[in-house]
């Protein structure tokens, strides 16, 4: 079993609707992640948070500590937010920012 | 100005070859990574590095050996190729340092170099 769970692993909607990815963890953390990996390869870093909540345009990421849980909402879904998107946790009591990774979920939005 | 950029950005090669990535950061950060993600887009990190130092080396292959010439740099060094190694392999820097354990900083990374090994 992964330290990181996301679900759902495959997940097609039509343009407009809202959109939720969940992940869990089962370890001690010092932060959560929320990366996207486009088509083309590149990842890019959505949110950083280890309490609450944080918004950057249509997009919402909350955290629950004490459940151990994320997540990333999308409002108003498009196309062009269509990608992977990657919920990972940086180990809390590491020597380091080491980051662990869940299996992602492949979002494709239709129009 | 691409903060992390990796050179080459494809990589295709025979078993049993010698290749090297290089990876470079211009965002002043004291820490890179190299991951890699495997067929299943599977993310999983390598090494890290802070400040020249090897502070990570998550049980990968002594074939792998990474090398960080200054805080800026970060290369990986790959000897004898195997059809495994194939994947793509990913730079990362972020500006967290040893000590400071209980903060976590966000992760920048390069766009990939695709390994594929023949």
């Known amino acids: 079993k992964n330290e990181v769970e996301q679900s759902p692993q495959n997940l097609t909607a039509q343009e407009g609707e809202f959109i939720t990815i969940n992940c869990s963890y089962s370890?001690?953390?010092?932060?959560l992640h929320w990366l996207q990996q486009h088509p083309g390869g590149g990842i890019v870093s959505l949110f950083m948070?280890?309490?609450g909540k944080k918004k950057h345009g249509r997009l919402i990421a909350t955290i629950n500590i004490q459940e151990k849980h994320s997540s990333l909402h999308i409002t108003a879904s498009h196309p062009r937010d269509s990608a992977v998107y990657i919920c990972?946790?940086?180990?809390?009591?590491?020597?380091?920012?080491?980051?662990?990774f869940g299996t992602g979920t492949l979002l494709a939005v239709q129009p | 100005d691409t903060a992390v950029s990796q050179t080459p950005k494809y990589l295709v090669t025979q078993m049993g070859n010698d290749k090297s990535i290089k990876c470079e950061q211009n965002?002043?950060?004291?820490?890179m990574y190299w991951y890699k993600q495997d067929s299943k887009k599977f993310l999983k990190i390598m090494f890290s590095?802070?400040?020249?130092?090897?502070?990570i080396n998550e049980t990968v292959p002594n074939r792998f050996s990474p090398k960080s010439p200054d805080k800026a740099h970060l290369n990986l060094h790959i000897n004898s190729l195997e059809l495994g190694d194939s994947a793509v392999y990913f730079c990362?820097?972020?500006?967290?340092?040893?000590?400071?354990?209980?903060?976590?900083?966000?992760?920048?990374f390069g766009p990939g170099t695709r390994l594929t090994v023949t």
């Open positions: 990972a946790v940086s180990q809390y009591g590491g020597a380091t920012n080491k980051l662990i």
């Open positions: 370890v001690g953390i010092s932060a």
């Open positions: 590095y802070n400040n020249k130092e090897l502070i």
């Open positions: 948070l280890s309490s």
């Open positions: 990362a820097s972020s500006q967290a340092s040893p000590g400071t354990s209980i903060l976590a900083y966000e992760q920048y």
């Open positions: 965002l002043g950060h004291d820490t």
